[in-house]
């Protein structure tokens, strides 16, 4: 019976990688950081780019692994950039602006690897891999993006350095540790930049054509929309009081008041009705007559990027919130705006009077507006408010009293609050108060106001974030997107608009004590809660959210009025822009020259046995003896004892600097020189060698002929 041969084992990728062509693997890291550097923006890019991109990419990787030629031009120009052009026009219908702008950089990079032929090609890709890693920060500036974006820096600027050092070919080791240096050496002078560059709207400020699509609240509400929300543990805002010893308000009063809805079709709610006529024209002109007492809350906020202009601050606020280079307004809703949608994060200052009136005391007809409903929707809900309305205990038509019965019966019906009622169809209304009895807050708050309507009561939807949590890390106030809420406001007679919270009424924890309905958890996420623990993973994310926090109020919120508080601090007394250039100026040129004296040393430090040897060849130049800078030191020393022995046996071919004394020392110093060069450690000998330089017996130098 024959042996079966042994069959060989299997290459890892490791050896397979150090049995690659040094170019390929080169060219297979370059890759390798473009993919690292682009792929944060792929959630922000069309679908067509992130997939065009990894195609191109990988492409180009199975070409460098099994060393095939790269496509010709007129695969690259011809047929695959008109592609990603035509596409790009067809996504934004531009060349110009951010995100079009940003796609077409994007894709000229992941195109150009396929065009990777010389050093020329590399340094168009090192540019547009740059300019890439910058426009990262156009979509998001978070700490993440900002740690992905320096690592990707690391990563081209290694491979920079590697393609400026083909000979020897050095390991990317040690193009890294360049790198590194070369980034660390930048620090300070980014952080001097940063700290004392005039403050200004930085580039990736510039307004977006896309004012939608953010996560959070919008400008409608269609029923079962928020609950869409609750899944989303994403920050909406933190808030910091001056004074954390002052005592808070009440649970059930913390309300930061977002769109209010009025014009509803049976389905969705918007701000403004679905039909134009002069009743609704006439309702801009209604006053928000706002009217606050008692103490006064004095907080900071710091919005995420929402791509909406609304502000969030506490009910009601009735100055304006100081917001840095974005005018700010208040409608007669009670909603701050801004002139511009916050694409950034932004950090503003506001004052909220928990106890408060607003809205006209008295009817008026813009009112109206609030208690129609679309004609052939909710018939028994209409026919429900006909039944409440002839109840004898409600016939005077008393609004509070209408208010007391609508939530009494949302108490003792047997309803539910819950994440997950099902699909409403046509009639939202008539489902919850009849059929399904169960919802989120705004299945519960729509329900109501169209009871409400149907009494002939006034009644509107307000949407915003109700509760949070204190981080206990860095004792801000924290609401996420999971905080969303929905609440009614009635209009009563001599009180004005009154804030309803039906959702109380349900479920009472929701509103006083933040109790929030989780949604179901993963998997992943009940595998990591077993092993690590909830509670240790709530520290490690409120950690982790501290951290950020800090970065958001410390780096991306570092404004000019910071800047001159700075110089304040550095000693100025009325700190201007000139300061500004004055400092940075001389910081600057401080940095210079310590670069300069750095290049001068480094020049004077590079190869000191190259240095001695050239002093050497010096010396013996200036006394008869001049030698070609290709000769090694014992080959210069046999030329030593053959010139001078050749002068001392013929004197009439002596040159004028014959010397007198014996040659020998200088042949036998140049032996021990060669030696050093191959030494395990030369410094020592090296500098023995430069201290007998100037005792050995050198010629007397040549004079003129």
């Known amino acids: 019976m024959s042996a079966q041969p042994a069959t060989a084992p299997r290459a890892t990728l490791r050896q397979t990688l150090a049995h690659l062509p040094r170019e390929a693997r080169d060219t297979l890291f370059l890759l390798a950081v473009i993919a690292w550097v682009i792929a944060p923006q792929a959630q922000w890019l069309p679908v067509w780019t992130s997939l065009l991109v990894a195609g191109i990419l990988l492409w180009r990787s199975w070409l460098a692994w099994y060393s095939r030629p790269l496509p010709s031009r007129w695969i690259t120009s011809g047929l695959i950039a008109p592609v990603a052009f035509g596409a790009t026009i067809f996504s934004y219908g531009t060349f110009v602006g951010r995100e079009a702008g940003v796609t077409l950089v994007v894709t000229l990079l992941a195109l150009k690897t396929l065009e990777l032929r010389a050093r020329r090609d590399a340094l168009v890709i090192f540019f547009l891999g740059f300019f890439t890693m910058v426009s990262s920060f156009f979509s998001s500036q978070s700490l993440l993006t900002a740690a992905a974006m320096l690592v990707g820096l690391l990563g081209m600027l290694t491979a920079l350095v ?249 108490r003792t019906g047997g309803y539910s609050y819950t994440l997950e009622p099902g699909v409403y169809g046509e009639h939202t209304a008539d489902e919850f108060w009849f059929d399904r009895k169960e919802g989120f807050c705004e299945h519960i708050a729509s329900a109501f106001v169209v009871l409400m309507r149907a009494m002939d009561v006034p009644a509107r939807i307000v949407t915003g974030y109700q509760g949070g949590a204190i981080n206990p890390v860095d004792g801000y ?89 700075l110089l304040k601090k550095l000693g100025f007394e009325s700190p201007s822009w000139q300061d500004l250039t004055t400092i940075l100026g001389g910081l600057l040129g401080v940095a210079a020259l310590g670069a300069a004296g750095w290049s001068w040393w480094e020049r004077s430090q590079h190869d000191p046995w190259l240095r001695l040897l050239a002093r050497t060849r010096k010396r013996l130049a200036s006394a008869g003896l001049p030698l070609p800078d290709h000769l090694p030191p014992r080959t210069m020393a046999q030329k030593v004892l053959a010139h001078w022995s050749q002068s001392a046996t013929n004197p009439g071919h002596a040159p004028q600097s014959t010397p007198a004394q014996p040659i020998q020392p200088i042949a036998d110093w140049l032996l021990r020189l060669e030696q050093v060069r191959y030494a395990a450690h030369p410094a020592a000998q090296l500098s023995a060698l430069r201290r007998e330089f100037n005792a050995l017996p050198w010629p007397a130098a040549r004079k003129g002929p």
Do not use: C
């Open 477 to 565: 106030w924290t609401v996420r997107q999971s905080d969303a809420h929905a609440w009614a406001e009635v209009w009563m007679p001599e009180r004005g608009w009154v804030r309803v919270d039906p959702t109380g009424a349900v479920a009472p924890g929701r509103v006083g004590a933040f109790e929030r309905l989780a949604a179901p958890r993963g998997a992943f996420a009940s595998a990591m809660g077993t092993m690590i623990g909830v509670s240790t993973l709530q520290q490690l994310r409120a950690a982790w959210e501290a951290v950020n926090n800090r970065w958001n109020q410390w780096v991306l919120n570092y404004t000019q009025n910071r800047q001159m508080d």
């Open 162 to 410: 590697n393609a400026h050092m083909p000979v020897g070919r050095p390991p990317l080791l040690q193009s890294f540790r360049t790198a590194f240096t070369m980034t660390l050496l930048g620090a300070p002078i980014m952080a001097a930049l940063f700290m004392l560059f005039p403050r200004m709207a930085p580039l990736w400020g510039v307004p977006s054509e896309q004012t939608v699509g953010g996560s959070g609240l919008s400008g409608s509400m269609k029923v079962g929309s928020i609950a869409e929300l609750a899944l989303n543990e994403a920050v909406a805002f933190r808030l910091r009081f001056d004074n954390p010893t002052q005592e808070l308000p009440p649970p059930s009063t913390m309300y930061f008041r977002g769109p209010v809805l009025a014009g509803f079709d049976g389905r969705e709610w918007r701000a403004e009705p679905f039909r134009e006529d002069s009743a609704w024209a006439a309702r801009a002109g209604l006053p928000a007559n706002l009217q606050v007492q008692g103490p006064a809350l004095r907080y900071e906020v710091t919005l995420e990027p929402q791509r909406r202009p609304w502000l969030m601050v506490l009910e009601a606020t009735p100055q304006a919130p100081e917001l840095p280079g974005n005018p700010t307004y208040m409608t007669q809703d009670l909603q701050w705006m801004a002139a511009r949608p916050i694409m950034d994060v932004v950090r503003y200052r506001a004052e909220s009077y928990p106890e408060f009136r607003h809205g006209p005391t008295t009817a008026a007809r813009q009112l109206r507006e609030f208690v129609a409903l679309p004609p052939g929707f909710n018939p028994r809900t209409l026919a429900l408010a006909a039944q409440m309305r002839a109840d004898p205990a409600l016939a005077n038509g008393d609004t509070a009293a209408l208010v007391s019965a609508a939530l009494n019966r949302l």
